[in-house]
Nanobody, 117 residues
Framework: QVQLVESGGGLVQPGGSLRLSCAAS????????MGWYRQAPEKERELVAA???????NYADSVKGRFTISRDNAKNTVWLQMNSLKPEDTAVYYC???????????WGQGTQVTVSS
């Protein structure tokens, strides 16, 4: 049973920062690729940032240079540091986990991020 619990969302002004956390209840966290996705109202869910089991990262063009994904395998946790936030970053952010040996993807319940003055 894989459980992902996100935290850290909230309301922030444009230009501000937030740090999202995702705690994973998995047996071998180091063998999971982790990602952050987001879904704005009436839009498709999109990949924001991902980090592989060996630490390689990739980002959506819209967040490059502003967001940073990181992980600590000893803590079974992945973070998304979000800086210089814009109103268009407003969305529900979801943590995702995919084991290296499977195509199955697991999801957290999501955390709301609202960027507004």
């Amino acid at each position: 049973q894989v459980q992902l619990v996100e935290s850290g969302g909230g309301l922030v002004q444009p230009g501000g920062s937030l740090r999202l956390s995702c705690a994973a209840s998995v047996s071998i966290f180091s063998r999971y690729g982790m990602g952050w996705y987001r879904q704005a109202p009436e839009k498709e869910r999109e990949l924001v940032a991902a980090i592989t089991s060996d630490g390689s990262t990739n980002y959506a063009d819209s967040v490059k240079g502003r967001f940073t994904i990181s992980r600590d395998n000893a803590k079974n946790t992945v973070w998304l540091q979000m800086n210089s936030l814009k109103p268009e970053d407003t969305a529900v952010y979801y943590c995702s986990a995919q084991p290296t040996w499977s195509s199955v993807r697991y999801w957290g319940q999501g955390t709301q991020v609202t960027v507004s003055s």
